[in-house]
């Protein structure tokens, strides 16, 4: 038998750069256990399959929300509008889970999860599967409820900054500054 050929190591700044590159938009997982709501900012979403609607987010392990969800089997997707960046380093902080949710506007859906005020949609997700990756957690929700926010242009990422895009689909992109 012959033997893997060891792959060429990757230069990680390099990685770090190049996957920069690849733009996002912006949500803001959300999740509750009980009385505790929990939530972070996350860009690693996507779509995996209209029949059943399902979705996968990519959580670190040591993030506060994800023992959430792997208690409850429960998460929403909120997906951030151009003028909700305020809102995305809320919940980026290193904060407690309770604090990123002080007179934060929000509504109950339908599996008592906190869904965000003004943004351009949210989904609520039953978890279907859990597969840990490196240091994240691969979690794939099917959708079991949507609802449609406002319809205004979105908050992207970029180059490890935020673009907002305006209204004619013009994109203003970032060239660069951190997280
Ligand atoms: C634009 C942006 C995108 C992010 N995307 C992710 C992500 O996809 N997954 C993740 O685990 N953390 C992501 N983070 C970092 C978390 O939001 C951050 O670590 C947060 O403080 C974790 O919160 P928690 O410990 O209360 O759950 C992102 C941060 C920013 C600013």
């Not at 609607?53 to 040591?62: A, G, K, Q, R, Y």
């Not at 406002?150 to 209204?167: C, G, I, T």
Request: proline share 8%; glycine share 8%.
């Amino acid at each position: 038998m012959t033997s893997e050929p060891s792959p060429t190591p990757v230069d990680v700044p390099l990685f770090r750069d190049l996957m920069g590159r690849w733009s996002t938009g912006v949500s803001v997982v959300t999740a509750r256990d009980g009385p505790l709501d929990a939530g972070l900012t996350v860009n690693a979403f996507l779509s995996v399959s209209l029949a059943p609607p399902s979705v996968l987010v990519s959580l670190t392990e040591d993030a506060d929300t994800t023992p959430v969800i792997d208690r409850t089997g429960l998460f929403a997707v909120n997906f951030l509008a151009a003028d909700q960046r305020a809102v995305s380093e809320r919940f980026a902080r290193a904060v407690p889970p309770t604090d990123k949710f002080t007179d934060l506007p929000v509504h109950r859906g339908q599996t008592g999860v906190a869904l965000l005020e003004g943004t351009l949609g949210a989904i609520e997700c039953r978890v279907v599967s859990r597969a840990p990756a490196y240091d994240h957690v691969l979690f794939v929700g099917q959708v079991v409820r949507a609802e449609l926010g406002r319809n205004a242009p979105p908050l992207v990422f970029f180059r490890s900054a935020y673009a907002e895009a305006e209204p004619g689909d013009r994109l203003h992109l970032g060239t660069g500054g951190k997280r």
